[in-house]
């Protein structure tokens, strides 16, 4: 989980808070949001999203362990379906609880107070939870970068499709860049490596990459932006640094007691 020393690049760095917000988290960009999330699903026609609403903002914890981003977006295809996708930049440590735990939220608050006129039916908008791992999961598929998770029974038979997880797990997708076969290839391939690209790659040839470069280039950032950049990609350093060590010490541990 080593993090490059990336101050001097041209692009920004995703794994960042700073990043993750710029590009997924805000009006101005959804665009780059909608179709980041019409790749990952493959939805195309009556079917792809439309327009995305924003339900809340950011949570940012109070220390390094703890700090986060999460975005709950109402999505709208073509055709009128509706549904939630939550994204998360996901924490290595516990990330399964936290992914539960914050799934909670778009499901709970859905919740309308019954009355006698209008009672609630307990109907749900699908909800589905993106996480962007920058670490392989224990026990996961090696040769799988996308791990899609449901509800199941004793039967393997799912129990609801109104909860979904999808993790992708950056590590493991490593395609160059003619090795990009889907348009979701392209997304994963600019967002685990855009901090080293000094410019558009040219298998990406479709007009919202030009905008993500745009969007992503620190020299068009205000002195301020920068500032916030530079103290974010610190909190991406010295979390890293953290994690690193709450390994080593896990690992020493397991070697003491092995003996």
Known sequence: MC??????????NFYTDFAFKKIFGTE?????????LNGLFNLEGDEAIEDVTYL???QLGENA??????????????????????????LQDSFRDRALYYSSFAIRDQGVKGSRSRPWDYRLAPVYVVGVLNFEMQ????????????????DNQVFSENLNFVFLEMPKFNKTENELDTFCDKWLFVLKNLYKLENCPAALT?????KLFE?????????????????SLKNLWD?????ETAERKGEAIGLEKGR
């Open 3 to 12: 993090i490059p020393g990336t101050a001097l690049s041209r692009y920004i």
């Open 28 to 36: 101005a960009n959804k665009d780059l949001l909608i179709s980041f």
């Open 56 to 58: 809340n903002t950011e």
């Open 65 to 90: 362990f703890d700090r986060r981003a999460i975005y709950d977006v109402y999505c709208k295809t073509g055709k009128g379906e509706r549904f939630i996708v939550e994204m998360q930049k996901a």
């Open 139 to 154: 026990g996961s598929n090696p040769d799988r970068y996308i791990t899609h998770v449901k509800l199941k029974d004793d």
């Open 206 to 210: 479709e007009g919202i990459f030009r």
């Open 215 to 231: 969007v992503a280039e620190i020299a068009s950032y205000s002195t301020d932006e920068r500032s916030v950049y530079e103290e």
């Open 239 to 243: 979390l890293n640094n953290c994690l």
